[in-house]
């Protein structure tokens, strides 16, 4: 079962094109993209496991579980400490030496989740879509107060002190609430999702159009569980970003046999 929540239909083409060796957009040689040059060639060097695009910005997750970014980095979305551009794939030091399986892509921001069940963000904070603390995302909140255990806020990477986070050039180690470990994640345009190990699903970022799935469209810079599919007893096995919606793979009570993650047909 695929459920959607939006506002409205979603555009045509997702923001976050990510998919595997298999199929789109990586391709022998290299990959495309929407937008010409529409064939960009890859170092023979690299094998990729999974290329995900942002807006401006390619993230690339090798056979051996490194990651590789390249593009615009004036959001610090390249993960590499600068905002700096990168022509080329360049390696981001910061999570050397640690197992990588899933990566994300937003429209400015990136995630990447560990073979351990952490969960890693950096780029763009101006709605909150890393979980560090936004003025933007508290203004939207106003007086609504999280009444699902808030959970653990990420700490700022930046100088003590620092009360709302703009940009996060280093990845940064968010803990989600209840000490869930992450299974998937997925990037909008500004909102971050992800996929626990126990089949729940956390959402934060910018919701003004509903792309949370909170029942509401205020934006939150911290996790907070869709407790839609929990009320429902729906375990939640995958998610993929569009620019302003969010689409999830959820698995029924009688199709619970099995570990979280594997395949479901429908």
């Known amino acids: 079962m695929v459920v959607v929540f939006s506002c409205f239909a979603p ?36 094998c990729a496991r999974r290329l995900v695009l942002g807006h401006e910005h390619m ?10 970014s390249w593009g615009s980095g004036r959001h610090g979305q390249l993960g590499h400490g600068d905002l700096e551009d990168r022509p080329e794939p360049q390696a981001v030091e910061a999570l050397q030496g640690v197992a ?3 990566v994300a892509a937003g429209g400015w921001h990136s995630a990447t989740v560990s073979e351990a069940g952490d969960l890693y963000l950096w780029g763009w904070n101006e709605s909150g879509q890393l979980g560090l603390p936004s003025k933007a995302a508290s203004e939207s909140q106003g007086a609504a107060r999280d009444t699902d255990g808030a959970g653990d806020r990420a700490q700022p990477q930046g100088p003590p002190g620092a009360d709302f986070i703009s940009i ?10 209840r000490g869930a470990e992450a299974l998937k994640a997925g990037c909008g345009s500004r909102h971050t999702a992800a996929v626990t190990r126990t089949g729940e699903l956390y959402t934060w970022g910018w919701g003004q159009y509903g792309q949370l799935g909170h029942g509401d469209t205020a934006s939150s810079d911290r996790p907070r569980r869709v407790n839609h ?10 998610v993929t970003c569009g620019l302003w919606a969010t689409f999830v793979q959820v698995r029924k009570p009688e199709e619970t046999q099995g570990p979280i993650g594997a395949e479901v047909k429908h």
Do not use: M, Y
């Open 59 to 68: 993230l690339l997750l090798d056979e051996a579980g490194t990651l590789f």
């Open 229 to 238: 599919f929990v009320e429902r007893g729906l375990s939640v096995v995958d």
């Open 168 to 177: 996060q050039a280093f990845p940064a180690l968010l803990h989600l609430p």
């Open 100 to 102: 990588l399986k899933e």
């Open 11 to 46: 555009p045509a083409l997702s923001l976050s094109l990510s998919l595997s060796t298999d199929g789109l957009p990586l391709v022998p040689g290299g990959f495309v993209t929407p937008r010409p040059p529409f064939f960009h060639p890859l170092p023979a060097s690299l």
